[in-house]
């Protein structure tokens, strides 16, 4: 089970980390990503990070602005989110799959077989 939390209310230019607890499965053994989805559109990804956190992959619209990272010791993965625009206004869900490292798909969200409830996150300009 994924438990995503750490959303709520900022302003624009702020940040925020979210965080996401795995319980009840190795945690190690997955690829981990988050995605959003803003009222009226469709799940977009966001950012994945590979078992040992040596690979992460962005979105171009979050790139160089969120950092995706993960503590196997704690069972949990963290986007830090810095620079927010309104555009990030969305709910944020964190996702697991046994994808391989090297997976050019980890971007998808068609390889992730688990999924945590969201977290909602409004940036006020």
């Known amino acids: 089970q994924l438990q995503a939390s750490g959303g709520g209310l900022v302003q624009t230019g702020e940040s925020l980390r979210l965080s996401c607890a795995a319980s009840g499965r190795s945690f190690s053994r997955y690829v981990l990503g988050w995605f959003r989805q803003a009222p009226g559109k469709e799940r977009d990804f966001v950012a994945a990070i590979t078992r040992s956190g040596s690979r992460t992959d962005y979105a171009d619209s979050v790139e160089g602005r969120f950092t995706i990272s993960r503590d196997n010791a704690k069972n949990t993965v963290y986007p830090q989110m810095n620079s927010l625009k309104a555009e990030d206004t969305a709910v944020y869900y964190c996702?697991?799959?046994?994808?391989?490292?090297?997976?050019?798909?980890?971007?998808?969200?068609?390889?992730?077989?688990?999924w945590g409830q969201g977290t909602l996150v409004t940036v006020s300009s």
């Open positions: 996702a697991a799959s046994i994808e391989p490292d090297t997976s050019y798909y980890i971007a998808w969200s068609k390889v992730y077989a688990y």
